[in-house]
């Protein structure tokens, strides 16, 4: 009895936190009536929508094969060396500040959910010193330039490092997150 | 005929362990503490163009600053609110599932795929149900939601190993099963629950994301405006002494933070 209870409450509170993606999935089939517009609109017909996918799938596999060839070494060596600040470690990335510089248009924010910061935008200047890519002379034209960058324009390959170095940094942050939870999970 | 014997250094184990987290190293150094010391070098500066140092003139600027105040108190508001309902329902969670449900892996997957689904996508269908609602509910409610499946993972984890030898003789003994949480399966999952809040409250400064796309725009309403929006709206202001001042601030309470965290859990291990 008391384990029906128990599977009845814990059965809610999962409904509850399942139910906005699970509203999220009818929305995309509900446009007054149960349609498929909405895909056909978005698979069919919104050209600009291709590049994003190959470009989304392109990142995933990336980043994905970059995590399993760096996460495993690194969480076994946080789990077997013997060390004082390995916790430290996995806390100090997660305090930094990866949201978007936020525009005008939440949609511009929901392409580039995952760039910009002004943290990075002080490794632009690091970057900028190292490879000598400063081109505008001039610090605010720069940072302009920079957050444009980030939100998707592009003007000349010489951003391009600024770019692959943010992405880098952001992706860095969810490999701390993944070797803290096989450290966390290793430590068993 | 002499001959130069080298003699190659054998690595010990440890040092190759280390070794191994040289990656991990280099990349805390390369994107956090290099430019954090930049951060350092724009809040001394009297602007960007006129390199001129002022010292503290900044600090106290900014300390000084009525939105500044506003926002660390509705970032400190947030940890104060949230952080507790976070932990406390997580740990409740993460009992059940270990101890009652076995794991269960479809209500597992209830709790863990918010962290996984992208929040613009979900933003949509809570402005559906809370649009209406006029207070910081809605934020503090999508925090949670957001954050409550790592926090399941790492304490299922630890739940999980804790010895069952020892249950086994508290129920011989005839305790009750509350006695045995809070005599058992707490205390020894203390430091990984600490390091849980720790790790709560470090994401509740990068909630920044999901209020935006749920207020869409850069000036929220009071309850909602938090030291991320600060620091954004300078980074578009391009006052970077402003901005590169309050980052200092939140990484000193951040850091204060981490420290009495991990100097508690340090105790608790020895």
Redesign the interface.
């Known amino acids: 009895m008391?384990?029906k209870i128990?599977?009845l409450?814990?059965?809610i509170?999962?409904?509850l936190?399942?139910f906005?993606?699970l509203?999220?999935i009818g929305?995309a089939f509900w446009d007054g009536t149960i349609s498929l517009d909405a895909w056909k609109d978005l698979l069919f017909d919104c050209f600009p929508f291709y590049p994003m996918i190959w470009n989304s799938v392109f990142y995933s596999v990336v980043i994905t094969v970059f995590h399993i060839v760096?996460v495993v070494?690194?969480a076994?060596?946080?789990i077997?060396?013997?060390?004082r600040w390995k916790?430290?470690?996995i806390?100090?990335?997660?305090?930094?500040?990866?949201?978007?510089?936020?525009g005008?248009d939440?949609a511009e924010?929901?392409r580039t959910?995952r760039s910009g910061s002004?943290?990075?935008?002080?490794?632009y200047?690091?970057a900028d010193d190292l490879f000598r890519i400063w081109r505008c002379g001039d610090?605010?034209v720069y940072?302009?330039t920079g957050?444009r960058t980030d939100r998707g324009g592009k003007d000349g390959d010489v951003f391009c490092l600024a770019d692959t170095f943010l992405y880098?940094?952001s992706e860095?942050?969810d490999?701390?997150?993944c070797?803290g939870?096989i450290y966390?999970?290793g430590?068993? | 005929m002499n001959k130069k014997i080298r003699k190659r250094k054998k690595l010990t184990?440890?040092q190759k362990?280390?070794?191994?987290?040289l990656?991990?190293?280099a990349?805390?150094m390369?994107?956090?503490l290099?430019?954090?010391v930049?951060?350092i070098y724009?809040s001394f500066l009297k602007s960007?163009?006129r390199r001129e140092f002022v010292w503290l003139e900044n600090y106290k600027r900014t300390w000084e600053n009525e939105y500044f105040q506003l926002a660390l108190r509705n970032s400190v508001l947030l940890i104060v609110k949230c952080v507790p309902i976070l932990i406390g329902l997580s740990i409740l969670?993460s009992l059940?599932?270990v101890f009652?449900?076995n794991k269960n892996e479809?209500?597992r997957s209830?709790?863990v795929?918010?962290m996984v689904?992208?929040?613009?996508?979900?933003v949509?269908?809570?402005k559906?149900f809370f649009g209406k609602w006029d207070n910081e509910l809605p934020l503090y409610l999508l925090f949670i939601?957001k954050n409550?499946g790592?926090c399941v993972?790492?304490l299922m984890?630890?739940f999980?190993?804790i010895k069952k030898e020892l249950y086994e003789a508290a129920v011989l003994e005839g305790a009750p099963w509350w006695k045995i949480d809070l005599g058992i399966t707490l205390p020894i999952a203390a430091p990984?629950i600490l390091?849980t809040v720790?790790?709560s409250i470090?994401?509740s400064?990068?909630v920044?994301?999901e209020s935006?796309?749920y207020y869409?725009t850069?000036y929220p309403p009071d309850y909602a405006y938090t030291l991320?929006y600060y620091?954004?709206n300078h980074?578009?202001k391009?006052n970077?002494q402003n901005?590169?001042t309050s980052?200092v601030y939140t990484?000193i309470l951040?850091?204060a933070l981490?420290c009495i965290g991990?100097r508690i859990?340090g105790r608790y291990r020895e």
Request: hydrophobic share 50%.
């Open positions: 008391k384990k128990c599977f409450l814990i059965g509170c999962a409904t936190f399942a906005p993606i509203a999220t929305l760096l070494p690194c076994f060596g946080m077997t060396a013997k060390t916790e430290a470690d806390l100090c990335l997660s305090d930094s500040y990866d949201d978007a510089p936020a005008d939440p924010l929901h959910e002004f943290k990075y935008q002080s490794v200047h690091t610090a605010s940072a302009e957050y880098c940094s860095y942050e490999l701390h997150l070797s939870i966390f999970c430590k068993l | 184990w440890n362990c280390k070794l191994c987290m990656p991990f190293l990349g805390t390369l994107f956090a290099l430019p954090f930049r951060v724009y960007q163009f969670i059940l599932l009652v449900l479809i209500v209830a709790f795929i918010p689904i992208p929040t613009a996508s979900i949509v269908v809570w559906l939601w409550l790592i993972i790492l984890a630890e999980s190993s990984t390091f720790l790790l470090m994401n400064y990068k920044f994301k935006y796309l869409g850069n991320q620091m954004n980074f578009l391009l970077y901005l590169a980052a990484t951040s850091a981490i991990l859990v």
